[in-house]
């Protein structure tokens, strides 16, 4: 480990944040965390009810761009009768993309560490059953080699595709089970139901991505927390400083430089300063006339993603299911591309999630929707029947199986949707000094991965 005794501030304690302070520690900087709220991990926060006041769980959704518009039953009464004890809920759906980008094991294996990880291959929901795997060896013999060559392009074809729309490309080569792939595969690879927003480039390296690695989706035993609080452990331990319940006010720029940031409790001057903040609101921190017009008008037009979500919890489910994730695509929903893709997991059904009482089997399962459908009640309820419907399709007795069923809404899942009309921003800012992580800034991946790959990415420039 290098000393290079240089201090660093970073803004927010989310998976980008941790990820940058470990790593930044790790390198021999003095590193502090400042986080607004009383817990690390942002939107890589699991709920459990039985350390954690339950009332608090649609506030808490609030505080991170979320509602909880349904419930089975109604929400009083999920309280009254303690209906969610010895259960751990994420905010909403989570399963990390697998294959090469799939970097937090890489990151605890610095730290000599690892975080257990279920994994899944991704199966298909059909009218009346699944395939599990999507793909078939037969389908991949048929029609890999239609699309092989792109797939394993270079960067620089890669790049060619980078603003080619998914909606050209499919009506190129998509055919049969093919058109099926592409159609279902670059929806769930950036959470957005429009194909004409979906860059081919960006398709076709998440699709090489998975070709090597994990599995394509994983699960940390435990849920998402298992990840933050294992880095902000690390953190502590290695004389990093986590201040919580300390929100940062203002960004200190001088001249095209950073100085330090300030809360409540006054200025404190930093050689670095990393904003982990969602990338929108940097501008409440920082002046905007220290970065130049196209990067302000840039960063202040990115849109994020959404979706509605769906916890059920059952007490029996076919073990033909268990530990396996499933893709769905429900045509003509009258939402922004009229298709909706979205997923239903039993990885967290598995006894060994550890997420669920004995005797109860915890199904998570998400539907794709701008940000705006997100909010917008009628929307929502048709996709909380493509939810519902798709689950139906798998276990068609779910009714009778039902404990539970929690309903969160979300609309920032990615902080910024990576799509052609999104530029990211990159890690490095305009201001020297100033730096970002998280889902919100140009990295591999999206959600957590991206997060991850940011720090990492930072690592190797200070
Ligand atoms: C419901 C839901 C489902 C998701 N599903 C998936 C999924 O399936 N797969 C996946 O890979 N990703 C998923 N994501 C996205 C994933 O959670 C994020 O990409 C990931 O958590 C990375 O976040 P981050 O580090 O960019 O920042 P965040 O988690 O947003 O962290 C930012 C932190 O900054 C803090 N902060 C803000 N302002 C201040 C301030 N002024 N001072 C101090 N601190 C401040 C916040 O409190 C927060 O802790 C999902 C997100 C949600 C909400």
């Given at each position: ?7 660093v501030g970073v803004v927010g304690a989310g998976i980008g944040g941790l990820t940058a302070a ?54 009083d009464t999920i309280l009254s009768k303690k209906l969610l004890s010895g259960y751990t809920l ?159 006010k203002k960004i200190v720029v001088d001249e095209n430089r950073v100085k330090g940031v300030l ?200």
């Amino acid at each position: 480990m290098v000393k290079k005794g240089l201090s660093v501030g970073v803004v927010g304690a989310g998976i980008g944040g941790l990820t940058a302070a470990t790593l930044l520690l790790r390198k021999g900087f003095d590193v502090t965390v400042f986080e607004k709220e009383a817990f690390v991990g942002g939107r890589a926060l699991s709920f459990d009810p039985s350390s954690q006041d339950l009332a608090e769980y649609r506030n808490l959704l609030s505080k991170f761009n979320m509602s909880l518009p349904f419930s089975e039953p109604d929400w009083d009464t999920i309280l009254s009768k303690k209906l969610l004890s010895g259960y751990t809920l994420d905010l909403g759906f989570h399963a990390i993309g697998g294959g090469a980008a799939s970097n937090i094991n890489q990151v605890f294996s610095e730290l000599k560490d690892h975080v257990d990880m279920l994994e899944s291959k991704l199966g298909y929901i059909m009218e009346q059953d699944f395939n599990y795997p999507f793909l078939s060896m037969f389908d991949k013999i048929r029609i890999l080699p239609d699309i092989l060559h792109l797939v394993l392009s270079g960067e620089s074809t890669m790049k060619k595709l980078d603003n080619v729309s998914m909606m050209e490309t499919i009506e190129r080569y998509g055919k049969g089970k093919m058109r099926l792939v592409l159609e279902v595969f670059s929806r769930v690879i950036t959470t957005v139901n429009d194909l004409s927003r979906i860059s081919t480039g960006e398709t076709f390296r998440s699709l090489k991505n998975l070709l090597s690695g994990s599995n394509p989706v994983g699960y940390p035993v435990g849920g998402l927390k298992s990840i933050s609080l294992k880095l902000a452990d690390f953190i502590r331990q290695n004389g990093g400083i986590i201040r919580l319940n300390t929100p940062v006010k203002k960004i200190v720029v001088d001249e095209n430089r950073v100085k330090g940031v300030l809360t409540d409790e006054g200025e404190q001057g930093f050689d670095v300063v990393v904003s982990n903040v969602l990338v929108q609101n940097l501008f409440k921190f920082v002046d905007k006339k220290s970065f130049p017009d196209s990067y302000v008008n840039n960063v202040e037009s990115l849109t994020g993603t959404g979706s509605l979500c769906a916890y059920y919890s059952l007490d029996k489910v076919d073990p033909r299911l268990i530990g396996k994730t499933f893709l769905f695509i429900e045509r003509g929903v009258g939402v922004e591309g009229d298709d909706a893709v979205g997923m239903i997991d039993f990885m967290t059904a598995s006894p060994y999630s550890g997420l669920a009482p004995e005797h109860g089997f915890l199904v998570q399962s998400y539907v794709i929707c701008t940000p705006d459908e997100a909010k917008n009640k009628e929307v929502l309820l048709r996709l909380r029947e493509v939810l519902d419907k798709n689950l139906w399709r798998l276990i068609p007795d779910f009714r009778e199986r039902l404990r539970w069923a929690v309903y969160p809404a979300v609309w920032h899942l990615d902080g910024v949707a990576k799509t052609i009309d999104n530029v990211k921003p990159g890690v490095k800012t305009p201001v020297n000094g100033l730096y970002l992580v998280g889902d919100c800034v140009k990295a591999p991946g999206i959600g957590v991965n991206c997060a991850v790959n940011s720090a990492r990415m930072l690592q190797t420039m200070l």
